[in-house]
């Protein structure tokens, strides 16, 4: 079955305790993001990936770091991570930018 | 840089009713358009899409119309069903190689249906 997974699906840490959420797909996808999705302000973009080893910010990349060493897996990693990053966050992959983009079904994080 | 601004929610409609979701854009030249669903405790899924001036995208009943005169998609529907209740998100991406890939996506509206 084609499909993104994320893992952990809920997660409940502390401040400045180094977490990472894996981010895998299936479907030989060239392109894939992260997002973090917050009451009032909508989806928004933190880092996408063009490609293995090509990875560039998108709209909101503090506090956050990735990595692409294959073209399947695109793990979002939080170093010191602080409460304002407590939220929903969706990983997705797609052929291209331009191309239908497909979600995993989201990682809740609360950071205390 | 690319925006896209969002009909405000909540709605709420009777069944039957007809739904129309605003969504306008600011881009460079030709971006291709979206709309995307989340329903309940999901992650998004492509509802429709266009690709260039006056393609419509339709699909479940919904359609939208990529408008470049009025830099538009609003999402319709001529008669809501309960099981249209989600958060619906219009999106942009880029033309590719303008040396921006980034996606941009609305503040996203809930619509709640009643029977």
């Known amino acids: 079955e084609a499909q993104v997974t994320q893992n952990p699906r809920y997660l409940i840490t502390v401040t400045g305790k180094k977490l990472t959420v894996t981010c895998s797909q299936n479907m030989n996808h060239e392109y894939m993001s992260w997002y973090r999705q917050d009451p009032g302000l909508g989806l928004r973009q933190i880092y996408y990936s063009m490609n293995v080893e090509v990875t560039d910010k998108g709209d909101v990349p503090e506090g956050y770091k990735v990595s692409r060493k294959e073209k399947r897996n695109f793990p979002l990693i939080l170093e010191s991570p602080s409460p304002n990053q407590t939220s929903l966050y969706f990983c997705?992959?797609?052929?291209?930018?331009?191309?239908?983009?497909?979600f995993g079904p989201g990682t809740r994080l609360l950071v205390l | 840089g690319n925006s896209v601004t969002q009909m405000e929610g909540p709605v709420t409609l009777s069944e039957e009713a007809f739904l129309t979701i605003n969504c306008t854009y600011t881009a460079t030249g030709y971006p291709s358009l979206f709309w995307y669903v989340q329903y309940p405790g999901e992650g998004l899924q492509l509802l429709l899409k266009a690709t260039k001036a006056d393609d419509k995208g339709s699909n479940k009943g919904f359609e939208a119309t990529y408008r470049k005169e009025t830099t538009s998609f609003h999402l319709e529907k001529g008669s809501v069903q309960v099981s249209d209740s989600a958060v619906y998100f219009c999106a942009l991406s880029p033309i590719p190689n303008f040396g921006n890939e980034k996606l941009t996506f609305g503040t996203g509206t809930r619509l709640t249906i009643i029977p």
């Open positions: 997705a992959s797609g052929p291209s930018v331009v191309e239908t983009q497909y």
